[in-house]
């Protein structure tokens, strides 16, 4: 079956970046693989009366299941209805390898996709970014595209290194592809162990000064961060006092991303922290109660909780409360 995104009651990303670019925030982009998931991010949301970004990975996709996924969006978003104010909301697949998995998504519901193609060399990069925008122009749905690639496991992409963006290469990049936004690597990672670092040693900075000189190349035009979990220590320690096993684990500091919204960053993703905030609040119920065997006793806390850390985010972190 088809939908197209709008009369699911989505939005692109247009003028939501606009808004974030002129206003010095980022819209939130978070994963969900699950209801209660998709639940905490869209009631977190509305409360904190923030735009948002539902996205999906191709394997979350498939954890779903595709022909579930627009009807779960679509419940969502007359659930948002029901308990409080409308707010823009986007649906977006993240770090999408194929044409065929893009338009697949644009053909089901969604009203951006990213194409990654930041493994492939720039001219392959380019093509495949192109047959994409393409296909999802002529039907008014967003696309992000990559360059530079990231330190850690991506969806179906996995690199043992990282390769910050090079400055000398956006133009081209976008002028040729005509994407709607673009994400760069500056020194983030996917997941929940972003740096090795010696005790007492912080984690190092992003590099804004290749932020800043992305910014004088294309002024103006959104940019994507990825890898943005700043894996928040009170859930670490959570997970670690009952009876998880995560050392070692760090993140981007807050400030860091604080500077980052303000910039020309309008997107910033947000996966691992969601992650630690309902694994945390599970291993204390599964701690505290283990007779305790109904799943609504322990997804329901593990959904409070994500709801509490979204709307902090949104407030402290990002800038996007109050701009729905
Ligand atoms: O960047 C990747 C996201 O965190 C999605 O992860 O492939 O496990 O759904 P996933
Ligand atoms: P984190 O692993 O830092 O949450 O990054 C998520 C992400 O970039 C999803 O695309
Ligand atoms: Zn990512």
Redesign the pocket.
Known sequence: MTFKYSDLGLVNTKNLFQRAAENGYAVPAY?F?NMEQLQAIVVGCVESRSPVILQV????RNYIHPDLLPHMVRGALEMARTIGTAIPVVLHL??GDTCELAHSCIDTGFSSVMIDGSHHPFDENVKLTKEVVEYAHSRDVSVEGELGVLAG????VSSEVSHYTKPEEVEKFVGRTGVDSLAISIGTS??AYKFKLKPGEEPPSLRFDLLEEIERRIPGFPIVL??ASTVMAQYVEMINKFGGRMDDAVGIPEEQLRRAARSAVCKI?I??DGRLAMTAAIRRIFAEKPGEFDPRKYLGPARDELIKMIKYKNEHVLGSAGRA
């Open positions: 994963n693989n990975s191709g394997s979350a993240d770090h496991i991506e969806d179906q996917h997941g990825h890898g993703n996966d691992s």
